[in-house]
């Protein structure tokens, strides 16, 4: 059994301007993921510009601050938010929703898309490798938060969370930093090395990590103002997560299936 390094949540004191860590590691994903997108846009087989990749990132970061925040609210406190809709704006406490971030990214690529001129799922293929990053860090934030930890285990590494008890848990924030962050950008990194079909790119994160999601939750500790929805595992994460492997799949089939559309896309991936 280990003991959870208690880490202050607060990185920076600056007078009354407490910089946390959670968002600390916000910032490192949007900035690894310009990076890497500076990085990927110089092949020459692409469309993309180094000023580019700068708005789409802006646009990307905006969307996944405004629609994690809200899915959060929406999807896990909704009675908390009608309550104290002030709520929706302490972003440092964390709650942030993935899957409400997925849709206000998918509304920043197409608002983004519309102003270059560019097919929505050009841009989403060319970004979608960078997002695991973000995924990654923001799992790292929730652990330094000390929240969203796994349900009660006697494996080894199970860890005493100061705000789950006395009970050893599975340190699910860092599984999922593992698998949605490191393992997923690895695949998606590589896969889109070369020109692949419209879609392909944004299909195969959609289906990858769906799987994660689900797997993972069957380790994490249900929201508790839902636990279990059905046959005492099924959990809201893998409710939401299910369309996502779902749409992933179609995607990838369809992307390969009609070749004359996803030849369109060829070196935009």
């Not at 003991?3 to 916000?26: E, F, T, V």
């Not at 580019?52 to 009675?79: E, H, N, P, Q, T």
């Not at 799987?211 to 595992?233: T, V």
């Amino acid at each position: 059994m280990l003991q959870y390094p208690a880490i202050n949540p607060i990185a920076l004191q600056l007078g009354p301007i407490a910089i946390h860590w959670y968002g600390l590691m916000y910032l490192v994903g949007f900035g690894a993921a310009w990076g890497l997108g500076c990085l990927r846009a110089r092949r020459s087989d692409n469309p993309w510009t180094a000023t580019m990749v700068g708005d789409m990132i802006f646009y990307g970061a905006v969307g996944v601050i405004v629609g994690g925040r809200l899915g959060y609210m929406l999807f896990y406190d909704v009675s908390g938010f009608l309550h104290n809709p002030l709520l929706l704006f302490k972003v440092w406490d964390g709650g942030m929703s993935f899957h409400g971030g997925v849709l206000g990214v998918l509304a920043a690529f197409w608002l983004y898309g519309r102003k270059v001129k560019q097919p929505f799922m050009d841009v989403a293929d060319f970004l979608v490798p960078f997002v695991p990053i973000g995924l990654g860090a923001g799992r790292l934030g929730n652990f330094i938060n000390g929240e969203l930890w796994g349900r009660p285990t006697d494996m080894p590494w199970g860890m005493v969370f100061p705000s789950g008890g006395p009970l050893a848990r599975h340190p699910s924030q860092l599984y999922e930093f593992l698998l949605e962050g490191v393992l997923l950008f690895l695949i998606l990194w590589v896969y889109s090395a070369k020109p692949r079909p419209r879609m392909a790119v944004s299909g195969l994160f959609l289906l990858l990590y769906g799987c994660f999601r689900i797997f993972i939750e069957l380790f994490r500790q249900p929201d508790p103002q839902y636990g279990y929805l059905a046959f005492n595992w099924l959990t809201m994460g893998q409710l939401l997560s299910l369309p996502m492997i779902i749409a992933g799949g179609l995607m990838l089939w369809y992307g390969y299936r009609y070749p004359k559309y996803a030849a369109k896309a060829e070196g935009h991936s």
